[in-house]
């Protein structure tokens, strides 16, 4: 191909990407309202960390919460794929979390190969339902194949997650190397911003480019 049709198939090929939607942004409600500081990535961690402490036994009976919380883990754990702003986070720390995910899965039923935003989706429809006496609404959120057995037995087993050992590591280690991310100003190209997002900054080519989530 000579120069100028490689310039404009280039071109074409960046007015296309150009007219691509933005990934979507986090639900609304993946952490309750007036808990965190407004940064749905972060505030997801902590509020993940926070509901397994203790192998998640405060969970037990609590099916809304282990719908939010294991949300929160689905989501948490895909942001740290996807999101550059957590680039810094080891891969230790990755593999850790994929384990919890794992570990989550299984105690729920949710099948292995799910996406994790329809897997979000799900439980957080079935944690919205919940607490207006909407049995019907939870059990519709939790369809088969994507929960096994589906529908209310699905909804039953959020009351009886049980112990999860492998989220309560995962999520203390993922939450203190945030704060040691902090402490050490070490968010290396990947600044949290005052939105929520996130801010890369190309260090040394005197400029920067927003990316949200």
Do not use: H
């Amino acid at each position: 191909m000579k120069a100028g049709g490689l310039l404009l198939a280039l071109a074409l090929a960046g007015c296309a990407e150009l007219r691509q939607a933005p990934p979507a942004g986090p639900p609304v409600d993946l952490v309750q309202a007036g808990q965190g500081r407004g940064d749905q990535g972060r505030d997801a961690i902590t509020a993940a960390a926070a509901a397994f402490a203790d192998r998640g036994r405060g969970l037990a009976g609590q099916p809304e919460a282990a719908a939010r919380a294991v949300a929160q883990l689905e989501f948490a754990t895909e942001e740290l794929r996807r999101n550059p702003r957590f680039a810094p986070i080891p891969d230790g720390v990755r593999r850790e979390m994929l384990l919890a995910r794992t570990e989550a899965r299984d105690a729920l039923g949710i099948a292995e190969a799910a996406p994790s935003e329809q897997v979000v989706g799900a439980l957080l429809a079935a944690a919205r339902a919940l607490p207006a006496g909407m049995a019907a609404a939870a059990a519709r959120a939790r369809p088969a194949p994507l929960f096994r057995p589906g529908g209310e037995r699905s909804v039953a087993r959020l009351a009886e997650i049980g112990p999860l050992p492998q989220a309560s590591i995962a999520t203390a280690l993922l939450g203190r190397q945030l704060e040691r991310l902090d402490a050490e100003s070490s968010w290396v190209g990947a600044l949290p911003d005052e939105t929520g997002g996130s801010r890369i900054t190309t260090f040394g080519l005197g400029g920067n480019q927003g990316l949200g989530y």
